[in-house]
């Protein structure tokens, strides 16, 4: 076998319809587009979300809720995985730079640290905010807990 005798399986492709191209190909006079309408015209595309006249969805569901555009987005970071990460680095201050090169944000991204799992090093952790469960934790083994 190479690649001269290749060829797809039985039955997986079909002839191109060709359209427009007389009647005794059996797909001229409209070309498979009906009679008259907007559909059948050269040009025609529907608006986005077009129902055919109905109403469209996304006027017939209410407006609700509210974004506030001030909102600040950050990265949670529990205490379990800032232990794990300490003891496989061996490391007894994290700092946002060492929490980028193990992978665990991006640069772009806010840090908070957050209480959940069990803290038994003696850290200086540094982020741009702190539950208050957290700054309690890190600093009730003498650690310290800067906020940038």
Same mark, same amino acid.
């Given at each position: 076998?190479?690649?001269?005798?290749?060829?797809?399986?039985?039955?997986?492709?079909?002839?191109?319809?060709?359209?427009?191209?007389?009647?005794?190909?059996?797909?001229?006079?409209?070309?498979?587009?009906?009679?008259?309408?907007?559909?059948?015209?050269?040009?025609?595309?529907?608006?986005?979300?077009?129902?055919?006249?109905?109403?469209?969805?996304?006027?017939?569901?209410?407006?609700?809720?509210?974004?506030?555009?001030?909102?600040?987005?950050?990265?949670?970071?529990?205490?379990?995985?800032?232990?794990?990460?300490?003891?496989?680095?061996?490391? !007894?201050?994290?700092?946002? *730079?060492?929490?980028?090169? #193990?992978?665990?944000? @991006?640069? $772009?991204?806010? /840090?908070?640290? &957050? %209480?959940?799992?069990? !803290?038994?090093?003696?850290? *200086?952790?540094?982020?741009? #905010?702190?539950?208050? @469960?957290? $700054?309690?934790? /890190?600093?009730? &083994? %003498?650690?310290?807990?800067?906020?940038?």
């Amino acid at each position: 076998m190479d690649l001269s005798n290749l060829k797809p399986a039985k039955g997986s492709t079909k002839k191109e319809k060709r359209i427009g191209r007389g009647t005794g190909s059996g797909h001229g006079g409209t070309s498979t587009r009906g009679h008259k309408g907007a559909k059948s015209r050269s040009g025609y595309s529907k608006k986005l979300g077009f129902e055919g006249g109905q109403m469209s969805l996304a006027r017939r569901v209410p407006k609700f809720g509210f974004k506030n555009f001030n909102r600040v987005e950050f990265k949670g970071i529990n205490l379990d995985s800032l232990q794990e990460l300490s003891e496989k680095k061996n490391l !007894l201050v994290i700092g946002i *730079e060492t929490l980028i090169e #193990a992978g665990v944000v @991006s640069k $772009k991204d806010k /840090i908070k640290i &957050l %209480g959940r799992g069990e !803290l038994k090093a003696k850290l *200086e952790v540094t982020a741009h #905010a702190f539950s208050a @469960s957290a $700054k309690k934790a /890190i600093e009730d &083994l %003498g650690g310290i807990a800067n906020i940038i």
